[in-house]
């Protein structure tokens, strides 16, 4: 019912920056939790980013914090990931996920949600 659709990753160098996006329908964005997690071959998903409904809260794992920036567009039923200072260990496949009820454990967690987007590969040059 809820679909989630990323865009904007690509080939950067080491240092550069990028801004992923993802696109939300079916569902009240407004209602949503999303969050921004990541995935490179042979490893688990992990956490990268969460916003809260309003987008007035957000958690960042240790190894991005002052480098990205979760943001949201209600209005546009849009999340953004801002990655600046990107470096080859943040290649990986980006996630985008939601969730739209009420939950009471770990939002670092896949666990947590309910939808998820196709992923947008980043690669980061050395």
């Known amino acids: 019912q809820v679909q989630l659709v990323e865009s904007g990753g690509g080939l950067v160098q080491s240092g550069g920056s990028l801004r992923l996006s993802c696109a939300a329908s079916?569902?009240?964005?407004?209602?949503?939790?999303m969050a921004w997690f990541r995935q490179a071959p042979g490893k688990e998903r992990e956490f990268v980013a969460t916003i809260s409904r309003s987008g007035g809260s957000t958690s960042y794992a240790d190894s991005v914090k002052g480098r990205f920036t979760i943001s949201r567009d209600n209005a546009k039923n849009t999340v953004y990931l801002e990655m600046n200072s990107l470096e080859p260990e943040d290649t990986a496949g980006y996630y985008c996920?939601?969730?739209?009820?009420?939950?009471?454990?770990?939002?670092?967690?896949?666990?947590?949600?309910?939808?998820w987007g196709q992923g947008t590969q980043v690669t980061v040059s050395s």
């Open positions: 996920a939601a969730r739209g009820s009420w939950y009471s454990g770990n939002y670092y967690s896949t666990g947590a949600y309910d939808y």
């Open positions: 079916g569902g009240t964005f407004s209602t949503f939790r």
